[in-house]
């Protein structure tokens, strides 16, 4: 097994962060949209000009203007709050604008990669019919059971620096081929990426794969030039498996109580549903799966 460190890159800029996501926040707002007049053609720019956010959050134009520039140092919270307000900001990006304004002091990043605890891998191996892997904060593939495996394909065959979600959806055809909608997967990537840049603008390993995958995928730059972020702890997947067909799967994360960066991500169908048919298939297959998934270019 290959365990060589990844590539590791620069830190994120944090005040262009800052900058570039209050712009397109405020971009995708119209006048009408907050209860301003809207002059039509004479409007210059998209959305909201900043004057009008700086009134609509009751602050000066040259204070927003400075804080959009990226300099939130000294930005109160109940200003961010007054901002995300006016910009109709989402949870998330409500803390993504906190975390990026107000950045709290992290613990000192290292090359050594996360690892799971072996109880944990034996929870993993324990629940035989439920597809479940652990995921770090970098869309690391950490550990998986058999199922996963049969499901996705045998990431125990991969170099660890590959053991990745983001490089294996962007970077991977056969991967492209294996959720019906693949858009919305790639989408969801991206978004968790961009809140845990904000949370760890100085990781230099996160740093590092978000331009190997801006260099190497058009549609992870296009995606990422977006800003947008987003939570995302359950829902449904749909995929194309080579041996078994379609599956709808519901999909749950978990965050795990003693390492806030490490989440368990199980999967499941509706019970006497065809895809449910389908996991049981590939469970009692088991390793014979899992080889011909891996074989196979659509896996």
């Known amino acids: ?22 712009r397109t926040r ?35 134009v040259a204070y927003y203007t400075r804080l959009e520039q990226g300099n939130g140092r000294n930005v109160s919270a109940e200003v961010l709050d007054a901002i995300a307000r006016a910009l109709r900001l989402t949870d998330a990006e409500h803390a993504h604008l906190t975390h990026l304004a107000k950045p709290k ?6 090359a050594r990669s996360p690892q799971t605890r072996p109880a944990l891998q034996q929870l993993l191996d324990a629940m035989d019919a439920v597809p479940a892997y652990v995921i770090g904060r970098r869309s690391e593939i950490l550990a998986w059971n058999r199922l996963a495996a049969a499901l996705f394909g045998d990431w125990g065959e991969l170099p660890a620096a590959e053991r990745n979600w983001a490089r294996l959806t962007f970077l991977r055809p056969d991967y492209h081929d294996l959720f019906v909608d693949w858009e919305q997967k790639a989408i ?46 359950h829902g449904v997947k749909r995929m ?3 041996l078994v067909g379609e599956l709808s799967l519901n999909f749950e994360g978990f965050r795990l109580s003693d390492d806030s960066e490490q989440v368990m991500v199980t999967y499941h169908a509706e019970p006497g549903s065809a895809s449910a048919e389908a996991l049981r298939l590939l469970a009692s297959w088991g390793a014979d799966a899992t080889r011909a998934g891996s074989q196979t270019p659509s896996a």
């Not at 230099?204 to 058009?218: C, F, I, N, Q, Y």
């Open 1 to 22: 097994m290959d365990e060589r460190p990844e590539p590791v890159g620069a830190s994120l800029d944090r005040r262009a962060e800052l900058s570039e996501f209050l």
């Open 26 to 60: 405020r971009a995708r707002l119209k006048p009408e949209d907050v209860g301003l007049p809207d002059f039509g053609r004479h409007r210059r720019v998209p959305g909201l000009r900043r004057e009008e956010l700086a009134q609509l959050a009751g602050v000066s």
């Open 105 to 110: 002091h992290k613990k000192k990043q290292t």
């Open 188 to 233: 969801d990537i991206v978004c968790v990426l961009r809140m845990e840049a904000g949370c760890y603008p100085d990781d230099p390993r996160l740093s590092a794969l978000v331009g190997e995958l801006s260099v190497k995928s058009d549609d992870f730059r296009r995606l990422w030039a977006t800003h947008d972020v987003k939570e995302k702890s």
């Open 240 to 242: 194309r498996h080579p």
